[in-house]
């Protein structure tokens, strides 16, 4: 057996505490510290029965573990400096989405992983997610052009709303949230985005006064596809209808029905967000008296990975990554390119323009 991969976990909250797991069960990999300001890591140690090195200050535990790869599930901000600093010292690299809180910086970053010629995996959870790439590939036999509809507002509360407002420091719902559903859009319609324009509104005083913690945008594709994605962090936001994965064309439609993880008090719980269930399909085809031809039908989705499960998917096609050399070009781009339409988003909500491609 190969000598395993010595990583170091940076950020111990949910996401970090989940990789870390991951990296804690698979012999491929070796966790060499945890990396947390706070007593997260400690919690995380004694969660996983071990007893890994902690530290406080990145930069120290980067010079002292001397890893072959650093896991960053820190907050958007820290990103750019993390990831650079990581690939300077000869690390291959998991960062969680976004890939950092600016255009400029994420392509500092794809840069600095070609120098260096070291891999850059982002957390795109969902690209891992059989029900997601299911749900995509169905919606490629609806026809053109497409509406896609889709949300997730959460009722946070408690820890989680401190966990929001932190996040609001740096970037808006839209645009950490957003990522991921414009970079499900993309892939659905295969076309190229060419305007956006979004709306938003500041409501709490306990984040800063040029950011929002509700927004919603809209997309138009070349080929004339829609797509509409709302996000809303805070106690105040409403969890009716809080989660909605949609998507119709000529041909029909295709919705992800999430029965148990879409009901109320659910909406701020990060298993419950990459859950689906079920998959509803509809057909549009009618006779001739305008009756449907077909039933709608059910994709049973109950055996699909849970949130732990997605991040030891994750965290195998990393290891993939690296064995087998795969090229992450597209893997890149695509991470870039929806971190660039959810910044005109933001851009839209703060001008109140439409915002071309």
Not at 270 to 285: L, Q, R, Y
Request: charge should be negative.
């Amino acid at each position: 057996m190969s000598t395993p991969i010595r990583i170091l976990v940076v950020g111990c909250g949910n996401m970090g505490a989940s990789h870390a797991t991951s990296y804690h069960n698979m012999p491929e990999f070796e966790i060499c510290g945890l990396v947390a300001r706070g007593e997260s890591k400690v919690r995380l140690n004694e969660k996983l029965g071990s007893k890994y090195d902690l530290f406080d200050d990145f930069e120290l535990a980067l010079n002292k573990s001397k890893p072959d790869a650093v896991c960053i599930s820190t907050y958007p901000d820290t990103h750019e400096e993390m990831a650079i600093k990581a690939l300077e010292s000869g690390c291959h690299v998991f960062i969680e989405k976004p890939l950092a809180d600016t255009v400029e910086g994420s392509q500092r970053i794809i840069d600095a992983s070609k120098k260096a010629n070291k891999k850059v995996v982002v957390g795109y959870i969902l690209r891992h997610h059989p029900s997601w790439e299911r749900f995509i590939q169905e919606a490629h036999k609806l026809g053109k052009p497409l509406v896609m509809r889709m949300n997730l507002n959460q009722q946070s509360h408690g820890y989680m709303w401190d966990v929001h407002k932190n996040l609001m420091k740096s970037l808006s719902p839209i645009v950490d949230c957003g990522v991921h559903y414009i970079d499900v859009m993309c892939q659905m319609t295969r076309s190229k985005p060419v305007s956006v324009s979004a709306i938003g509104a500041r409501l709490s005083d306990e984040i800063p006064l040029d950011n929002y913690n509700y927004g919603q945008l809209q997309i138009r594709f070349e080929d004339g596809s829609v797509g509409w994605y709302e996000a809303g962090w805070g106690p105040m936001i409403s969890d009716n209808a809080f989660f909605i994965k949609d998507v119709f064309g000529p041909k029909g439609a295709v919705s992800i029905v999430a029965k148990s993880a879409g009901s109320a008090g659910k909406s701020d719980n990060v298993d419950s967000h990459t859950k689906t269930e079920s998959i509803k399909v509809h057909h549009a085809d009618l006779d001739e008296k305008n009756h449907f031809t077909k039933k709608d039908f059910w994709i049973d989705m109950t055996d699909e990975p849970d949130h732990q499960g997605l991040c030891d998917r994750e965290q195998e096609y990393f290891l993939k990554a690296i064995q087998q050399n795969i090229d992450l070009t597209d893997h890149l781009e695509d991470a870039i390119n929806s971190l660039r339409i959810a910044f005109a988003c933001d851009e839209s909500v703060k001008s109140g323009n439409i915002v071309f491609l």
